[in-house]
Every structure is written in structure tokens, then in C-alpha cells.
Nanobody, 116 residues
Framework: QVQLVESGGGLVQAGGSLRLSCAASRSIDSINVMGWYRQAPGKQRELAATITSGGSTNYADSVKGRFTISRGNAKNTVYLEMNSLKPEDTAVYYC??????????WGQGTQVTVSS
């Protein structure tokens, strides 16, 4: 079992920046994908960005050029640097870990609110 703990959400004005962090409760040695998903009120959860254990990244079109996903040196952490934030980025952001293509873990979510 793996627990994911997120931090870094908050309230920011449009055009501002935030950095989200997610740490897994143990080291991750298997092939995996870590990522960030988001869910706005009344909408389905959607992908924001993912990064594989090999370092390949994938971004939703809506965040390309503004968000950057990266992994920490310990490999069990993932970050999401969010710049040029827009009100439509307001959502609960969830950290996700897909382990060995079999197990799927979620964090508890962190609220990001962007005011206009």
C-alpha cells in the first residue's frame, strides 16, 4: 500500500504561480507513472500532467506552456509548477501514482483557487 500526501494548494490571483508537491509514503522502485489530475466543481476529473519513471512527460492542452511537472531526486516525489494561472484552473488537484501498470493510488486532494 502507498499513501500520497499533497501540499502547496491555496488562493492566488490570476497570473500568479503555485507549486504543488506530492510525496509517496515509500520509495518506488517499479516502473510507474506519477501525475496530477484536477476536478472542478460539477465537472469530471481530468488529467493535468503526468511523468513516467523514465522522465517522459504528458500535459493537457489547457496547461501546456504554463505548467511543468517534475520528479524529486528521491523519485517518490512529484511536483507541479503552475504559472500564469487562470480562473479556469480553479479545482481540487489530486496526485496519482500508477504502479507497474496494475495498482492505482490517489492522494486526498489539494484545493487551488484562482481569483480574477
Amino acid at each position: 500500500q502507498v499513501q500520497l500526501v499533497e501540499s502547496g494548494g491555496g488562493l492566488v490571483q490570476a497570473g500568479g504561480s503555485l507549486r504543488l508537491s506530492c510525496a509517496a509514503s515509500r520509495s518506488i522502485d517499479s516502473i510507474n507513472v506519477m501525475g496530477w489530475y484536477r476536478q472542478a466543481p460539477g465537472k469530471q476529473r481530468e488529467l493535468a500532467a503526468t511523468i513516467t519513471s523514465g522522465g517522459s512527460t504528458n500535459y493537457a492542452d489547457s496547461v501546456k506552456g504554463r505548467f511543468t511537472i517534475s520528479r524529486g531526486n528521491a523519485k517518490n516525489t512529484v511536483y507541479l509548477e503552475m504559472n500564469s494561472l487562470k480562473p479556469e484552473d480553479t479545482a481540487v488537484y489530486y496526485c496519482n501514482l500508477k504502479l507497474s501498470g496494475i495498482w492505482n493510488y490517489w492522494g486526498q486532494g489539494t484545493q487551488v483557487t484562482v481569483s480574477s
